[in-house]
């Protein structure tokens, strides 16, 4: 089995507020081999963008870090932000959720693709850059070979148009071109269709596959939708309160789901054919300053046993007929759920 | 296409123009004392006929609405008459003082600039630390001090006790200068006189000072705030992400939106300069246009102050276009 590019091991991110530490990452463990769509699904404010942000190094402080982000073995915690900043766009993009208002109004698309080439020296010539007239010829030309790539029409007309003149789903491709400029070989979308009309969302989704096999690009997708994240991935994460609470591939966390947290979200999802009813969860989500004790879902759950609220659970791999589920790409099914280490459901006595 | 869009916002202004005439040319006349009496109370034994003469020389015995026209055409012709109490025309007078007011503008707007731009960003950048903190307290303090009591501070301080600086006056009484525009500081450099250059320089120092205090003040307060919204703003993290450094997410991300608001507010410090300076002329004795109009309005001068005013508001209406058209290069999504 091949080699995780991207691990993460317990990484942890804390902001400090004034009600207390709030733990917006806790404990997370992920391994993103080369190649895979690894999806990150959970309803807003779990932490999925946090982990974003955390394998980039762009937590603002007072936030901080523990644990590690290994890039090909390298732990990214501890580089300086001046290799951070090497990495960052060149080796790791990120494809940001809102297109309005990430791209910067004051600047023509164009140039604020072109300038990920240029921060990472990607057309380097034979001239130091400020003498060099041709290099800038050359960027354009990648860009507007990007801007083909993603499915901007007439890209040169587009050039030097701002981005409040491009419709949404154009927007996002600009987006996903500035990501894809440098080639990196691993993208972190978060939430990139959020925005967008259904229809547009498919083009979108469309585009990312094809760069994911073209370019070989792994991709963590970041999403509150775990139809989409069906669809599209090839592992999923399920988060809940900064912790992942059910993880492995799509197959196995779809149809046999193991967290009550995944088996509630996948009976939020509309069923075009059979028109049941949606089934909400309950409540909402805990405020991260105030967790309470034990399972953090199990104020909503509906298996819920008073054990549920005293201890801490881990991971565990799921058990079935006496046998870790493990899929044949090597990923071992996991959940946090008091059930699988232990208890018996009522029902099963 | 741009510069068509200027010329019709120029010729959009006369009937701005036409306005500000009408309203100061009415205030004068409604604004208690006649210009004669004034005139006649410090010359003694006058003449009831003497009084005549002198009215239908001023056309004051004429109708209202005739001195009006007759104000509206001069105007059109670039005559604004003559002034009452100096017997020549007011353009002239104008163009002797404005010089002086604009040099006195231009460095104090300098001033407030160089002095905004670095504290307002660093304060942005380094929110709630010591620098803003102090930073804003001071602008604070900039904003509320008024401009008389800052000036004759800065004289104690700088002139009267540590004798850095001149106290009055535009240039040394002992150094020669060859007018050609007027502007003294060019001047000095356009006849390459050294020695006129650094006292015309030394005696700009302390009015441009306390004229751009509140200037500085008021832009670090606007910059500060709209940088704060820029830098926590999604494209700014995302030139973070593309692997841009801090100075480059700052300087040009986020800047270059924080301008926006920004050059509105200093468009509008225009008109704050050309109000302040009446004040700052009279503490530095700075012989500008903003003393000559305090005088033109005690003796009831008219002319001298319809003058006087319709240069105020053709100054502010230009630096507004001119705000209106960097606006244009600023925000790509405002079309002139």
Same mark, same amino acid.
């Given at each position: 089995?091949?080699?995780?590019?991207?691990?993460?091991?317990?990484?942890?991110?804390?902001?400090?507020?004034?009600?207390?530490?709030?733990?917006?990452?806790?404990?997370?463990?992920?391994?993103?081999?080369?190649?895979?769509?690894?999806?990150?699904?959970?309803?807003?404010?779990?932490?999925?963008?946090?982990?974003?942000?955390?394998?980039?190094?762009?937590?603002?402080?007072?936030?901080?870090?523990?644990?590690?982000?290994?890039?090909?073995?390298?732990?990214?915690?501890?580089?300086?932000?001046?290799?951070?900043?090497?990495?960052?766009?060149?080796?790791?993009?990120?494809?940001?959720?809102? #297109?309005?208002?990430?791209?910067?109004?004051?600047?023509?698309?164009?140039?604020?693709?072109?300038?990920?080439?240029?921060? @990472?020296?990607?057309?380097?010539?034979?001239?130091?850059?400020?003498?060099?007239?041709?290099?800038?010829?050359?960027?354009?030309?990648?860009?507007?070979?990007?801007?083909?790539?993603?499915?901007?029409?007439?890209?040169?007309?587009?050039?030097?148009?701002?981005? @409040? /003149?491009?419709?949404?789903?154009? $927007?996002?491709?600009?987006?996903?071109?500035?990501?894809?400029?440098?080639? #990196?070989?691993?993208?972190?979308?978060?939430? #990139?269709?959020?925005?967008?009309?259904?229809?547009?969302?498919? /083009?979108?989704?469309?585009?990312?596959?094809?760069?994911?096999?073209?370019?070989?690009?792994?991709?963590?997708?970041?999403?509150?939708?775990?139809? =989409?994240?069906?669809?599209?991935?090839? @592992?999923?994460?399920?988060?809940?309160?900064?912790?992942?609470?059910?993880?492995?591939?799509?197959?196995?966390?779809?149809?046999?789901?193991?967290?009550?947290?995944?088996?509630?979200?996948?009976?939020?999802?509309?069923?075009?054919?059979?028109?049941?009813?949606?089934?909400?969860?309950?409540?909402? +989500?805990?405020?991260?300053?105030?967790?309470?004790?034990?399972?953090?879902?199990?104020?909503?759950?509906?298996?819920?046993?008073?054990?549920?609220?005293?201890?801490?659970?881990?991971?565990?791999?799921?058990?079935?007929?006496?046998?870790?589920?493990?899929?044949?790409?090597?990923?071992?099914?996991?959940?946090?759920?008091?059930?699988?280490?232990?208890?018996?459901?009522?029902?099963?006595? | 296409?741009?510069? +068509?869009?200027? =010329?019709?916002?120029?010729?959009?202004?006369?009937?701005?123009?036409?306005?500000?005439?009408?309203?100061?040319?009415?205030?004068?006349?409604?604004?208690?004392?006649?210009?004669?009496?004034?005139?006649?109370? $410090?010359?003694?034994?006058?003449?009831?006929?003497?009084?005549?003469?002198?009215?239908?020389?001023?056309? =004051?015995?004429?109708?209202?609405?005739?001195?009006?026209?007759?104000?509206?055409?001069?105007?059109?012709?670039?005559?604004?008459?003559?002034?009452?109490?100096?017997?020549?025309?007011?353009?002239? =007078?104008?163009?002797?003082?404005?010089?002086?007011?604009?040099?006195?503008?231009?460095?104090?707007?300098?001033?407030?600039?160089?002095?905004?731009?670095?504290?307002?960003?660093?304060?942005?950048?380094? $929110?709630?630390?010591?620098?803003?903190?102090?930073?804003?307290?001071?602008?604070?303090?900039?904003?509320?001090?008024?401009?008389?009591?800052?000036?004759?501070?800065?004289?104690?301080?700088?002139?009267?006790?540590?004798?850095?600086?001149?106290? $009055?006056?535009?240039?040394?009484?002992?150094?020669?200068?060859?007018?050609?525009?007027?502007?003294?500081?060019?001047?000095?450099?356009?006849?390459?006189?050294?020695?006129?250059?650094?006292?015309?320089?030394? @005696?700009?120092?302390?009015?441009?000072?306390?004229?751009?205090?509140?200037?500085?003040?008021?832009?670090?307060?606007?910059?500060?705030?709209?940088?704060?919204?820029?830098?926590?703003?999604?494209?700014?993290?995302?030139?973070?992400?593309?692997?841009?450094?801090?100075?480059?997410?700052?300087?040009?991300?986020?800047?270059?939106?924080?301008?926006?608001?920004?050059?509105?507010?200093?468009?509008?410090?225009?008109?704050?300069?050309?109000?302040?300076?009446?004040?700052?002329?009279?503490?530095?004795?700075?012989?500008?246009?903003?003393?000559?109009? +305090?005088?033109?309005?005690?003796?009831?001068?008219?002319?001298?102050?319809?003058?006087?005013?319709?240069?105020?508001?053709?100054?502010?209406?230009?630096?507004?276009?001119?705000?209106?058209?960097?606006?244009?290069?600023?925000?790509?999504?405002?079309?002139?």
């Amino acid at each position: 089995m091949a080699r995780p590019i991207l691990e993460l091991r317990n990484l942890t991110t804390v902001f400090p507020t004034r009600r207390g530490e709030v733990r917006a990452v806790d404990a997370v463990n992920l391994a993103l081999y080369p190649g895979q769509i690894l999806g990150l699904v959970g309803e807003s404010g779990c932490g999925k963008s946090t982990v974003l942000l955390s394998i980039l190094g762009l937590i603002a402080r007072p936030g901080r870090i523990t644990g590690e982000v290994l890039l090909d073995g390298r732990d990214l915690t501890k580089l300086s932000n001046r290799e951070l900043r090497r990495l960052r766009g060149k080796e790791i993009a990120m494809i940001f959720q809102d #297109p309005l208002s990430t791209l910067n109004p004051a600047f023509p698309v164009g140039e604020q693709i072109r300038e990920s080439l240029r921060l @990472h020296n990607m057309l380097p010539g034979p001239w130091l850059w400020p003498f060099d007239a041709g290099r800038r010829q050359r960027e354009k030309e990648r860009v507007l070979q990007v801007m083909e790539e993603v499915g901007i029409p007439a890209p040169e007309a587009r050039y030097r148009a701002y981005p @409040h /003149q491009f419709s949404g789903g154009m $927007q996002q491709r600009a987006l996903i071109a500035i990501g894809l400029a440098c080639n #990196p070989r691993i993208l972190l979308a978060d939430e #990139p269709t959020t925005a967008l009309d259904v229809t547009i969302q498919a /083009q979108i989704i469309a585009l990312m596959k094809r760069i994911n096999q073209e370019h070989g690009a792994a991709i963590i997708l970041v999403t509150h939708d775990l139809g =989409l994240a069906a669809e599209f991935c090839d @592992h999923i994460a399920v988060m809940y309160a900064g912790r992942i609470v059910e993880i492995g591939s799509v197959d196995q966390v779809i149809e046999n789901p193991q967290h009550p947290y995944t088996q509630g979200l996948l009976r939020c999802i509309p069923n075009l054919k059979e028109r049941r009813p949606l089934q909400p969860i309950p409540g909402s +989500v805990p405020d991260l300053a105030d967790l309470p004790l034990g399972c953090a879902f199990a104020p909503r759950c509906p298996d819920f046993q008073p054990v549920c609220a005293e201890g801490f659970f881990r991971l565990q791999p799921v058990i079935e007929n006496g046998r870790k589920k493990v899929h044949r790409s090597g990923e071992v099914h996991m959940a946090r759920c008091l059930r699988l280490t232990g208890y018996r459901m009522p029902e099963d006595d | 296409m741009r510069l +068509v869009k200027i =010329l019709e916002r120029l010729l959009a202004a006369i009937p701005i123009m036409i306005g500000v005439a009408v309203i100061v040319f009415l205030f004068m006349r409604l604004t208690p004392g006649d210009p004669v009496d004034i005139m006649m109370g $410090q010359g003694g034994m006058v003449t009831a006929g003497e009084i005549e003469r002198l009215r239908s020389e001023f056309n =004051l015995d004429k109708p209202l609405h005739e001195q009006l026209a007759l104000f509206l055409f001069g105007l059109l012709r670039g005559d604004m008459g003559n002034s009452f109490t100096k017997q020549r025309p007011v353009a002239q =007078l104008i163009a002797e003082r404005l010089p002086a007011t604009i040099e006195l503008a231009l460095g104090a707007m300098l001033f407030g600039l160089l002095v905004a731009f670095p504290i307002g960003i660093i304060s942005a950048v380094r $929110q709630n630390s010591l620098t803003d903190r102090l930073s804003m307290a001071g602008a604070f303090l900039g904003i509320s001090m008024p401009p008389f009591w800052l000036g004759i501070l800065l004289i104690l301080i700088f002139s009267v006790h540590l004798k850095w600086l001149p106290v $009055q006056g535009r240039i040394g009484a002992d150094v020669h200068l060859t007018t050609v525009t007027g502007f003294y500081v060019l001047d000095s450099i356009l006849t390459g006189n050294r020695e006129a250059l650094i006292s015309s320089l030394r @005696h700009l120092v302390l009015p441009s000072v306390t004229l751009g205090a509140a200037v500085a003040a008021i832009v670090a307060r606007v910059l500060r705030s709209s940088m704060l919204e820029c830098l926590r703003s999604d494209y700014v993290k995302l030139a973070r992400a593309k692997g841009a450094g801090e100075f480059s997410a700052v300087a040009k991300h986020a800047l270059r939106n924080a301008l926006i608001p920004t050059v509105t507010v200093v468009g509008l410090q225009v008109g704050v300069l050309l109000g302040g300076n009446m004040i700052v002329e009279a503490v530095f004795g700075w012989p500008g246009l903003g003393r000559l109009v +305090v005088d033109a309005i005690f003796a009831r001068d008219f002319p001298l102050v319809q003058g006087a005013v319709m240069v105020y508001a053709f100054t502010f209406v230009a630096a507004n276009l001119i705000v209106d058209v960097l606006y244009t290069y600023l925000n790509p999504k405002i079309e002139m």
